[in-house]
């Protein structure tokens, strides 16, 4: 096929479904990879093709920016709109921070790992820290009641070796209210 039969075809006809009719034994089947080399390699214009599949668009094609890469993307205008612009950015963006919905300003760990360092008061463990709430009662949320341990520390608060870590545990939270609340 010429160059001049292709670029005819291609302006009598309204999308490249219409050319792959129109030129089937020569593409072999349903090739659209096949097509567009030919487009390309002839370098014939297709700027019409895209005027009649816009009409049939449900909805409108936006532009935005990633808030995480900021890479721009396109997305449709309609009620589930994509916000970023991968499962990638989307993870870092709604799974981590006051963007996820089910955080929780007032959450215990939340607010113990805002005013204390995440490690154990006793011997410094930082991978794996529990929340101890002094008083016992586990709706007190105050920074001043909750003392960060590991795992086996907090054991030892609620079995009977307590005496072991309740002086240090004691000690930490006395020095704690002195720095935040001065008398």
């Known amino acids: 096929m010429t160059q001049e039969e292709l670029s005819e075809i291609v ?4 999308s490249k479904a219409d050319v792959c009719k129109v030129i089937w034994g020569y593409i072999n089947g349903r090739n659209n990879r096949k097509l ?7 370098a014939i214009d297709t700027s019409h093709f895209d005027g009649g599949a816009s009409k049939h668009r449900r909805y409108e094609i936006l532009k935005k920016i990633c808030p995480i890469c900021l890479s721009e993307f396109e997305t449709l205008k309609n009620k589930k ?3 970023t612009c991968s ?17 929780k300003e007032s959450a215990y760990r939340t607010t113990c790992f805002k005013y204390h360092k995440k490690e154990c008061i006793i011997c410094g463990e930082f991978r794996i820290v529990d929340v101890h709430h002094l008083d016992g009662n586990k709706s007190n949320n105050k920074p001043e009641n909750l003392i960060p341990l590991c795992r086996t520390h907090h054991q030892y608060w609620h079995s009977r070796y307590r005496n072991l870590i309740k002086g240090r ?9 002195e720095k935040f609340y001065p008398r």
Request: glycine share 4%; hydrophobic share 25%; proline share 2%.
């Open 11 to 14: 302006s009598n006809s309204k």
């Open 36 to 42: 567009n080399e030919l487009l390309d390699k002839y």
């Open 81 to 83: 709109e994509k916000q």
């Open 87 to 103: 499962h990638g950015c989307s993870n870092s963006f709604f799974r981590s921070g006051a963007d996820n919905p089910n955080w």
């Open 169 to 177: 545990v004691l000690e930490y939270a006395q020095k704690f209210k």
